[in-house]
């Protein structure tokens, strides 16, 4: 049974920085893409970062370029993502997902909380 | 950027009517997903590629579309159906979502 489990969240003042974790289990972590997925508040959807299998390439959108980076550890099967610089936007639940071929999210995790205020 | 329009943006539906829920696209995509999301849960893949179904998803859902207009598509409606569906392009970066149809049982 494939697992996604995040950890890391929590209040962070704005500015700050924290970071994500995402534990894989149930599949071969290193053959797939990997994303984090987020939802603010009575929100809609946002992709907010892809990684290759091996790492070498990473994907991120405009809102995030630059202050969020992706990483990944094979040997342990896990996700990471580093946040500097949080916003009160970034408030959202972070989602750690299985990114099939770089196309669909078929496997979610139960999502971690990330409140930005001071 | 493919910005996607989702329509309507909430609806009702009663036990047994037939349900469509529509996904515009701002430019050509080679594909649609959609996904389910429950009230306090997390979202679930529906259906992929545009008509395929995800594994465990009732067969009263299909899907179809093509260039920039897709659909999906509940034969009969039930009460477990009532969620957030939420459409997503990938077919170029930066992956976007349509900002969801909350379909609700009447």
């Known amino acids: 049974e494939v697992q996604l489990v995040e950890s890391g969240g929590g209040l962070v003042q704005p500015g700050r920085s924290l970071k994500l974790s995402c534990a894989a289990s149930?599949?071969?972590?290193?053959?797939?893409?990997m994303a984090w997925v987020r939802q603010a508040p009575k929100k809609g959807l946002e992709w907010v970062a892809t990684?290759?299998?091996?790492?070498?390439?990473?994907y991120y959108p405009d809102s995030v370029k630059g202050r969020f980076t992706i990483s990944r550890d094979n040997a342990k099967s896990s996700l990471y993502l580093q946040m500097n610089s949080l916003k009160s936007e970034d408030t959202a639940t972070y989602y750690c997902?299985?990114?099939?071929?770089?196309?669909?999210?078929?496997?979610w995790g139960q999502g971690v909380m990330v409140t930005v205020s001071s | 950027e493919i910005v996607l329009t989702q329509s309507p943006t909430t609806m009702a539906a009663s036990p047994g009517e037939k349900v469509t829920l529509t996904c515009r696209a701002s430019?050509?995509?080679?594909?649609m997903h959609w996904y389910q999301q429950r009230s306090g849960a997390s979202p679930k893949l529906w259906i992929y590629e545009t008509s395929k179904l995800a594994s465990g998803v009732p067969n009263r859902f299909s899907g179809s579309g093509s260039g920039t207009s897709y659909s999906l598509t509940i034969n009969s409606m039930e009460t477990e159906d009532a969620a957030t569906y939420y459409c997503?392009?990938?077919?170029?970066?930066?992956?976007?979502f349509g900002s969801g149809t909350k379909l609700e049982i009447k």
């Open positions: 997503q392009q990938g077919s170029s970066y930066p992956l976007t």
């Open positions: 990684i290759s299998t091996s790492g070498s390439r990473t």
């Open positions: 430019s050509s995509v080679s594909y």
């Open positions: 149930g599949f071969t972590f290193s053959n797939y893409y």
């Open positions: 997902a299985r990114h099939t071929m770089g196309i669909t999210f078929d496997y």
